[in-house]
T-cell receptor
Framework: SQQGEEDPQALSIQEGENATMNCSYK?????LQWYRQNSGRGLVHLIL?????REKHSGRLRVTLDTSKKSSSLLITASRAADTASYFC???????????FGTGTSLTVIP | DTAVSQTPKYLVTQMGNDKSIKCEQN?????MYWYKQDSKKFLKIMFS???????INETVPNRFSPKSPDKAHLNLHINSLELGDSAVYFC????????????FGNGTRLTVT
C-alpha cells in the first residue's frame, strides 16, 4: 500500500528528553510530510521534506529522509509537555495531491 | 478566523439514516479532501476535489457521495448509515501541487447506533 507506517506506535518520555519517531513507506514519493494531532483536533502540518532532500530542520524539529530505505525520522529535541500528541507521516506522490497517512505515533511527554 | 471548518462536530444517528457533513475553507485553496480516521487512528483518504472536479475517489462504498458546489465547499452525504461508518471524518484543503501541505478541519465524530 502507499500509506506510511509510523514506529513506535506509542512513546513516553520525560520532559527535556529527545523523541524520535520513524516512518516507513513502500512506493516512490515526491515528498514526505509530518503532522501533529492533538486529542480531539485536526492534524497540523509540521514539516515537509522533498524526495531530493536528506535532512530538514524547523525549530526543535529535525526530519531525515532516506529514499533508498524508504524511511524517514522525526526528531523532537528538548521535548515539552505541550508536545504530547500523535504524530503522523504522510507521503505525497508525483501525480499531484494524493497524501497517504499511517496510524501515527502517540507521544506522551511527562512533566 | 477558522481556516477549515466542519459542521457538525458531533453526529449521533441510527443505522439506516442518511446524514450530511459540511465543510468550508477560507484559505483560497483549490483542492479539498475527505479523510476517515478509525478508532485505531488510521487516517484514510476518501475523496479529493480540485476546483469542484473529483480527482481522487478511493475504494469507498457508493453510499458516500461528496458534493462540491464551489471550490470553497465540500460536503459529504452518507446514505443508509451502518455501524462501521462510525469514525471521525476530517475535511482538509490544500493548494494544487505535490508539495502543498494539507490544512485540516477539527473533524466530525460520527457515531452510528
Amino acid at each position: 500500500s502507499q500509506q506510511g507506517e509510523e514506529d513506535p506506535q506509542a512513546l513516553s518520555i520525560q520532559e527535556g528528553e529527545n523523541a524520535t519517531m520513524n516512518c516507513s513507506y513502500k512506493t516512490s514519493i515526491n515528498n514526505l510530510q509530518w503532522y501533529r494531532q492533538n486529542s480531539g483536533r485536526g492534524l497540523v502540518h509540521l514539516i515537509l521534506i522533498r524526495s531530493n532532500e536528506r535532512e530538514k530542520h524547523s525549530g526543535r524539529l529535525r526530519v531525515t529522509l532516506d529514499t533508498s530505505k524508504k524511511s524517514s525520522s522525526l526528531l523532537i529535541t528538548a521535548s515539552r509537555a505541550a508536545d504530547t500528541a500523535s504524530y503522523f507521516c504522510a507521503t505525497g506522490t508525483n501525480t499531484g495531491n494524493q497524501f497517504y497517512f499511517g496510524t501515527g505515533t502517540s507521544l506522551t511527554v511527562i512533566p | 478566523d477558522t481556516a477549515v471548518s466542519q459542521t457538525p462536530k458531533y453526529l449521533v444517528t441510527q443505522m439506516g439514516n442518511d446524514k450530511s457533513i459540511k465543510c468550508e475553507q477560507n484559505l483560497g485553496h483549490d483542492t479539498m479532501y475527505w479523510y476517515k480516521q478509525d478508532s485505531k487512528k488510521f487516517l484514510k483518504i476518501m475523496f479529493s476535489y480540485n476546483n469542484k472536479e473529483l480527482i481522487i475517489n478511493e475504494t469507498v462504498p457508493n453510499r458516500f457521495s461528496p458534493k462540491s458546489p464551489d471550490k470553497a465547499h465540500l460536503n459529504l452525504h452518507i446514505n443508509s448509515l451502518e455501524l462501521g461508518d462510525s469514525a471521525v471524518y476530517f475535511c482538509a484543503s490544500s493548494n494544487t501541487g505535490a508539495n502543498s501541505p494539507l490544512h485540516f478541519g477539527n473533524g466530525t465524530r460520527l457515531t452510528v447506533t
